[in-house]
T-cell receptor, first 115, second 113 residues
Framework: EAQVTQNPRYLITVTGKKLTVTCSQN?????MSWYRQDPGLGLRQIYY???????DKGDVPEGYKVSRKEKRNFPLILESPSPNQTSLYFC??????????????FGPGTRLTVL | GNSVTQMEGPVTLSEEAFLTINCTYT??????LFWYVQYPGEGLQLLLK?????DKGSNKGFEATYRKETTSFHLEKGSVQVSDSAVYFC????????????FGQGTRLTINP
């Protein structure tokens, strides 16, 4: 089954304690992204990757890091989480096509609370 | 830059009512347009899409037509069901460069029996 998986689904942590949210896709997609969803703001892109070892900032990258060492995995790293990073996070992947029309597949989400 | 504006929610309707959720966009060039749906506790999933002017996307009784002259992509359904209760997101993707997907703020829809 084609899917994007994220772990953990729920996480409560404290300010400053480094954490990693994993993301994996089994569709051999080139393009992967991380979004955060906040009430009234929709989804905002944090980082994206157009292929292995190619990553770039999205709209709200401050406080986050990513890496893309393998095509299927795209972990999101919070080196020193702060309460304003409390949010619902989604990983997504899609094939990169020449007109931007390919379907984006989303993971189930990770609800993060930073105390 | 590119942007998407959706009608404010929440929207509450009775079963079998007609649904319209408005979406307008600002973009350079000719973006692809999407509607994604998020059911409670789940990630987003594609509902329908259109890739050029006058295209109509359709799925599960929902429809939306790419109107370049009004820069709109309104979502419609003739007769909603309780199972349609969800949050709906309009989005666009540029064709150049990183082809970033830009979302509207989402519209929460509740259908009462």
């Amino acid at each position: 089954e084609a899917q994007v998986t994220q772990n953990p689904r729920y996480l409560i942590t404290v300010t400053g304690k480094k954490l990693t949210v994993t993301c994996s896709q089994n569709m051999n997609h080139e393009y992967m992204s991380w979004y955060r969803q906040d009430p009234g703001l929709g989804l905002r892109q944090i980082y994206y990757s157009m292929n292995v070892e190619v990553t770039d900032k999205g709209d709200v990258p401050e406080g986050y890091k990513v890496s893309r060492k393998e095509k299927r995995n795209f972990p999101l790293i919070l080196e020193s989480p702060s309460p304003n990073q409390t949010s619902l996070y989604f990983c997504a992947s899609r094939q990169y096509d020449r007109v931007g029309a390919d379907t984006q597949y989303f993971g189930p989400g990770t609800r993060l609370t930073v105390l | 830059g590119n942007s998407v504006t959706q009608m404010e929610g929440p929207v509450t309707l009775s079963e079998e009512a007609f649904l319209t959720i408005n979406c307008t966009y600002t973009a350079t060039g000719y973006p692809s347009l999407f509607w994604y749906v998020q059911y409670p506790g789940e990630g987003l999933q594609l509902l329908l899409k259109a890739t050029k002017a006058d295209d109509k996307g359709s799925n599960k009784g929902f429809e939306a037509t790419y109107r370049k002259e009004t820069t709109s992509f309104h979502l419609e359904k003739g007769s909603v069901q309780v199972s349609d209760s969800a949050v709906y997101f309009c989005a666009l993707s540029g064709r150049q460069g990183a082809q970033k997907l830009v979302f509207g703020q989402g519209t929460r829809l509740t259908i009462n029996p």
